[in-house]
């Protein structure tokens, strides 16, 4: 077909669905092919509904997703938008991987990722213990005890107990309703705390949904500290992917999706969702080979600027108030740079595979690839060299590509000396602006995955979900959730969706 790709495979034993449980006679089409898009599909297929899933890229994954590219010798590696973490709690996601991996043998556990600062300065997460309050009484004892620490007793007295109570406090409503028109940075200035340790013990937290901290909520900053925190059961270390993603995830699941019979259709986008005489969905593609689809019911989970687009020329999406309003109101935030290097020198021995970084300038992480990523380990066996990727999140608009990159390399230089003599041989530059943006008072407006117009769902990462969950996990579960929706309808059952507690150990 022109401009676009098919993938069909055979039925996966690893189904898990009954044929009294299949749903019959009704059909879903799924817009985006990330992780929301996958778990819909996944879900509704197992179950027996027909299902289109259109993806406007040539891979899967979305955000997550992974592409073949070339070196200048003609090597091939398949290139990715960046290091990603899978937390222990991320139940949703990893109930969906298992449907590759039953036994999440590609994941690889990291014991620690340490936070590195100016100076020496240093904070470790390894061996805390998973429990609160013991977790956060262990960290701040870390910072106060260790050696190079942060805090000192005396400036526990300075902190203000009633904002720092706040953490132990969220409640999906309540702390919503309190804090969301707050910025995160105003919250954290509120705490009081000395600006080493909230460089330390913060910044860097706030950093990593991709959003500044002037520009994001400190609800949303609370709602993302319960839940990989104060709310975690499981602790705060976290595993990565053995492989790249395109050949440890995405390509098994075009697979495993074409098993279960769901037309998979890369490079194609929709451009327009109609409503029909009988309440389906008409959904017009730039394919001219594929021409429309009618659906019974349809996923929107693509990212905030394509489902933003698309409902802009849909007139009946857009004469829709409510569905227009919610749409409208969404923003991405600031742009995220990934710049990846090989290296010609290998890294120092004892390095650990990804730290976080703050009060370095742009710097946010850097993962030494090498380390714990099969392709990029067999090339610097190779070579004697290294592969290290640098972040950089909320990247300040006005900034030009080249002080970006002095700026990155100053703190790999300065962190890890050992690289200032390496001489860069290849590098690869992404700089992207689709994260969306969790601002000050967007959480009101900010839409759920049920919309207003039946049989229309959205999912992905920045949709308004019940449970504390965020960026992969909450695209994971939105995904489950939009693909329940319809299943309850259709009288099958719904898939389980687990969460961490919902309310801090000190809400009432």
Known sequence: MSGSARVRGTMSTSARV???????????????????????????????????????????GGRAGAWTDQLKNGEKFEMERGFHAFFRQYYNL??????????????????DYPLLGPDGRSQSFSGLPKRVPFNLLSLIARSVFRRGGTLRLSDLRNVKPSAALDMLRFDPQRTFDKLDDVTAKTYLDGLNFPAEARHMLFDVFAHSFFNPEEDYSAAELLHMFHFYFTGNPEGLVFDVLRQPFSTGLWKPFERYLGGLGVDVQLGVSASQVARTVDGGFRVETDSDAQGALTADAVVLAATVPA?????????????????????????????????RLWLDTPSAPGRTAFVGTTGMGLCDNISLFHLFEDESRAWAARTGGSIVELHAYAVPEELEREAVQRDLLATLHALYPETKRATILEDRWLLRRDCPSFAPGSHALRPTVETSIANLALAGDFVKLPTPTALMERAATSGTMAANLFLSQWGAAAERVATIPRRGMLTV
Do not use: C, M
């Open 94 to 111: 990893r109930a969906l991987l298992r449907r590759v991996d039953p036994q999440l043998s590609k994941l690889q556990p990291l014991h």
């Open 18 to 60: 009954s044929p009294s449980a299949r749903v019959r006679g009704k059909r879903v089409v799924v817009v985006g092919g990330g992780i929301a898009g996958i778990a819909a599909a996944t879900i509704l297929a197992e179950h027996g509904v027909s299902v289109v899933l259109l993806e406007k890229e040539r891979f899967l």
């Open 307 to 339: 489902l933003q687009r698309l409902v802009a020329a849909s007139p009946d999406l857009g004469r829709d108030r409510t569905l227009a309003r919610q749409v409208d109101s969404l923003d991405v935030t600031l742009p995220f740079a990934v710049w």
